[in-house]
């Protein structure tokens, strides 16, 4: 049997996705600056995809940037807005526990001078919004904040965190990685007070290499790549038409009857966790109820490096995260587990096991069955 738990990394495109883009790139194929026919049939698609993500987020078509995926949304965020609004003040907050798309782009800034304040989290990996309002200074720019934490799962309070920096100064510009959230939950930017939010295709059952980044009409961003124009000159370069297409495909279809399939994804995940907890030896990190993302399960095994887990697991055709999979090949110890404060012998000890609508309860007893055959074997051969 082969089972794949590591949807928070990556996730298998929908088939009509898939249809949808070989379509694009063997018929449709024209570049939508053209103004030819081909050109028109390709704009067409674009015009589409902001249709349908515009109309999912209760925002303008005009308000959607097409992106690389996340990372890049994350940058022209951060940068863009920084630079745009630098003269109001140099002062950034985000958390201990954001993505390295946006702890490394907050650590570039501050190389250009910018002050950030990186708020702590408590042991469930959730912000206290006291340490956020005490953060808040004349001189505050901007709040990034992420929905839904990769690793361990954790929810932000994203709408009270968002009401509480309008309230102390309307011109704070909020920034949202919902890259994890996007796809699991309904996020509307207006009613929340988001000003940018970021989002990755291949979170959701879409194509890798795409994105978009939501901008409130309203805030001013600086574009970060320059050259022909496209997108009003905020993100030069001839547009991914198959890939945004997809994407858009993927939207539609993932949040179609999405309150059942978040419902089956809570289910599968207490159950799992349930299991698990019986489990000699193993911690569950952060809350795993219906306050958490139903999708991410974080898992320390005591006694066990994370990495030999995740090997012997492969050679029962399981496929699971040491962490996340943007930093899983680095030697050091993931920031978001120090952050809420585990142990020093879990922190290289810890797996993330990640579901889908694809997920069956089939593959998640298997699973058990085998972590429990493999650890105490694992065990038995490590060295003290």
């Known amino acids: 049997m082969e089972v794949y738990l590591d949807n928070s990394a990556t996730t298998r495109c929908l088939p009509s996705v898939a249809e949808l883009m070989t379509k694009i790139m ?18 067409k698609y674009l015009r589409y995809a902001r249709e ?13 940037l ?18 745009a609004n630098y003269r109001a003040g140099q002062h950034i907050i ?8 946006i702890l490394q782009t907050c650590a570039y800034l501050e190389e250009q001078g910018f002050q950030v ?59 949202v990685d919902a890259v994890q ?42 574009p970060i790549i320059f050259g022909g124009g496209q997108q009003k000159g905020m993100r030069s370069g001839t547009e991914n038409v198959a890939g945004i297409a997809g994407m858009a495909k993927a939207v539609e279809e993932i949040y179609e009857n999405l309150d059942e399939k978040v419902s089956r994804l809570y289910v599968l995940k207490a159950k799992f966790v349930e299991q698990m907890s019986h489990l000699e030896g193993i911690k569950i990190n952060g809350l795993t109820g219906i306050e958490s993302a139903p999708h991410v399960v974080s898992v320390s095994i005591e006694g066990v490096r994370s990495e030999v887990v995740l090997h012997a697991l492969e050679d029962k055709g399981i496929y699971v995260s040491a962490g996340s999979a943007c930093a899983s090949n680095k030697p050091a110890f993931s920031a978001t587990l120090k952050a809420i404060g585990i142990e020093k012998q879990y922190l290289d000890s810890t797996l993330r096991f990640s579901f889908s609508t694809f997920t069956t309860e089939e593959e998640l007893d298997y699973t058990v069955r085998q972590m429990y055959d493999l650890i105490p074997m694992l065990r038995r051969y490590t060295r003290h």
């Open 117 to 175: 304040t990186y708020l702590p989290v408590d042991s469930n990996g959730r912000i206290r919004l006291s340490d956020l309002d005490a953060a808040i200074t004349n001189e505050t720019i901007l709040v990034s904040i992420m929905h839904t934490n990769n690793e361990i799962g954790s929810l932000q309070p994203i709408a009270e965190a968002g009401q509480l920096i309008k309230k102390r100064n309307p011109n704070i510009i909020f920034h």
């Open 66 to 83: 097409f992106t690389s995926g996340g990372t890049e949304s994350d940058n022209i965020a951060l940068i863009g807005a920084a630079f």
């Open 181 to 222: 959230g996007y796809g699991k939950f309904r996020i509307h930017p207006k009613k929340m007070n988001i000003d940018l939010l970021s989002v990755s295709a291949h979170k959701i059952h879409g194509p890798k290499g795409v994105g978009f980044l939501y901008i409130n009409d309203k805030v001013k961003v600086k």
């Open 26 to 43: 063997c018929e449709d194929y024209g570049n939508p600056s053209s103004m030819h026919r081909k050109g028109v049939e390709s704009e």
């Open 94 to 101: 985000t958390t201990a526990i954001e993505h390295p798309a």
């Open 52 to 64: 349908v993500i515009a109309k999912n987020l209760k925002v303008q078509e005009k308000e959607i």
